[in-house]
């Protein structure tokens, strides 16, 4: 290999490659997910949370392995077959009256709670699943999730998630160079999800929602994964959306998406083109993501 790798946000030379070598041929009869927690810990690869980032020190050996530069041990068990994906339960929602009208009377008893049990998070998944156009994915990395109900009836949700890895207006606006970008990411969260269900037609609710999400966002965060935030950011498809909603919540249009995924290596623009918006979540954001 004669130039350095960048995969999951890691450096790869020479040197690491021989550590990595080296591992699986002294452990590797022990599987691969012995050789994945080995490796974080030897490199003290963690996530905010201080959980190791074994899921992405896997991925990171998988993608090392296709491009010829090591050769795993045999998996131990049997991987999940192509196509799998996680099993999502649509919600057993009986109670679909319809919500209408202005803000001012529901405004009250709305409450925005932060997902945390296993039935929430189970009703979350139907949620998105059932009424969202995406459909619910199986998440990677740091994310929180957030339901927002009316008198015990849940009516929206939304959850934050990593950030897009390179975004040219939204790196223009902040103003930081590649390197602060990779040693600063995690102080920004994406917008992954936002649903209102279908039978709910309240007027300013979305942005009501928005503001009631990032105002508890930071401090959410950090009792989570013991980390700050200082920008949120999110994407929404030109076709569908106009974005009314986070302009009312002073969220702040930088520009647009390409219509290129990060593997459009052929420049075919196969991707839905999008707006960007961001939300600075403190004062000081181009001081904390520039630093």
Not at 9 to 35: K, M, T, W, Y
Not at 53 to 67: F, G, S
Not at 173 to 200: M, T
Not at 230 to 252: K, Q, S, V
């Amino acid at each position: 290999m004669q130039d350095p790798l960048i995969i999951r946000r890691r450096l790869i030379g020479e040197e690491e490659l021989g550590l990595i070598r080296e591992l699986i041929a002294q452990e590797g009869d022990q599987g691969r997910s012995h050789i994945s927690n080995r490796l974080c810990e030897l490199w003290d690869w963690r996530q905010a949370n201080g959980q190791f980032r074994q899921i992405a020190c896997r991925d990171l050996l998988r993608k090392l392995q296709a491009r010829g530069l090591i050769e795993l041990p045999p998996m131990l068990c049997a991987a999940r077959r192509p196509g799998y994906g996680p099993r999502v339960r649509w919600p057993d929602l009986l109670d679909r009256v319809p919500l209408q009208g202005a803000l001012g009377p529901w405004r009250e008893q709305i409450q925005v709670g932060l997902v945390q049990s296993r039935p929430q998070g189970e009703l979350y998944k139907g949620l998105i699943e059932a009424y969202h156009y995406l459909g619910y994915q199986q998440p990677t990395g740091a994310q929180l999730k957030y339901i927002a109900c009316y008198e015990d009836r849940p009516i929206a949700c939304l959850s934050f998630g990593p950030a897009a890895w390179k975004i040219a207006p939204r790196d223009q606006f902040i103003g930081w160079s590649a390197a602060q970008r990779e040693q600063r990411l995690p102080w920004v969260v994406n917008n992954e999800r936002f649903l209102i269900v279908p039978w709910v037609q309240i007027r300013f609710l979305a942005s009501f929602l928005l503001g009631q999400c990032v105002r508890r966002l930071r401090q959410d965060w950090q009792g989570v994964y013991n980390h700050d935030l200082a920008l949120a950011e999110t994407f929404i498809e030109t076709e569908r959306f106009a974005g009314h909603c986070y302009a009312a919540a002073n969220w702040i249009c930088v520009g647009q998406t390409q219509g290129r995924g990060r593997n459009d290596r052929l420049k075919e623009r196969a991707q839905p083109i999008k707006t960007i918006w961001l939300y600075p979540l403190r004062r000081d954001f181009r001081q904390i993501l520039c630093a």
